[in-house]
């Protein structure tokens, strides 16, 4: 089982910026799928931004030019740099880590931070 921290929510105004963490071991980052996914009240978690094990990265049509994932040089830090953050972008995000152990596929879950977007 993949361990994953995630930090850095809070609370900020229309047009502010937050940056969220997600903390694992060695051995995770850049050998297993990693992502941030977004579940807003009352509404299914979404996928938010992604990072495959060889480091290409996608992003969700919403947050395309706002938000950039990336890794630290150690790579036992998955980062989501939220820009220009809108009420809309309100929610728990979560790290997840997916890959395939003991011939067995997984998807690993951190216990998520909240982050909330008001005025």
């Known amino acids: 089982q993949v361990q994953l921290v995630e930090s850095g929510g809070g609370s900020v105004q229309p047009g502010g910026s937050l940056r969220l963490s997600c903390s694992t071991s060695?051995?995770?980052?850049?050998?297993?799928?990693m992502a941030w996914y977004r579940q807003a009240p009352e509404a299914p978690r979404a996928l938010v931004a992604s990072?495959?094990?060889?480091?290409?990265?996608n992003y969700a049509d919403p947050v395309q030019g706002r938000f950039t994932i990336s890794t630290d040089g150690a790579k036992k830090i998955l980062y989501l740099r939220m820009n220009n953050l809108k009420p809309e972008d309100t929610g728990t995000y979560y790290c997840?880590?997916?890959?395939?152990?003991?011939?067995?596929?997984?998807?690993?879950w951190g216990r998520g931070t909240q982050v909330t977007v008001s005025s």
């Open positions: 990072f495959s094990a060889l480091g290409t990265i």
């Open positions: 060695s051995g995770v980052i850049g050998f297993y799928d």
């Open positions: 997840k880590a997916t890959g395939i152990f003991g011939g067995k596929e997984f998807n690993d």
